[in-house]
Nanobody, 120 residues
């Protein structure tokens, strides 16, 4: 699936916004569904959002629905996550990955992720 490089994380106050990007190397990007996952301190990695390879269908975890928007630009081999109305419980390292047909499970190896910290 190629290399995954996440960026855009940072420190933001409650109610603020951040935009994350995931650059994907490899020639199969446009034919793969992609997703965002996150791991909070002391917790397991969890599903956040995913998008079909055409960009026509998106799925979200209940915890972020209505606040986060996933998108992709296949011409740039880049996946995005717009995060609005951030809460302290959104604090985590965010990762991108290829997802399989259930749109909830990652397929490839993990990158380094990008840290998102939301202050109360």
């Amino acid at each position: 699936q190629g290399q995954l490089v996440e960026s855009g994380g940072g420190l933001v106050q409650t109610g603020g916004s951040l935009s994350l990007s995931c650059a994907v190397s490899g020639r199969t990007f446009s034919r793969n569904a992609m997703g965002w996952f996150r791991r909070a301190p002391g917790k397991d990695r969890e599903f956040v959002a995913s998008i079909s390879w055409t960009g026509s269908i998106a799925y979200y975890a209940d915890s972020v629905k209505g606040r986060f928007t996933i998108s992709r630009d296949n011409s740039k081999n880049t996946l995005y996550l717009q995060m609005n109305s951030l809460k302290p419980e959104d604090t985590a390292v965010y990762y991108c990955n290829v997802v399989v047909s259930d749109y909830r499970s990652a397929l490839g190896s993990w990158g380094q992720g990008t840290q998102v910290t939301v202050s109360s």
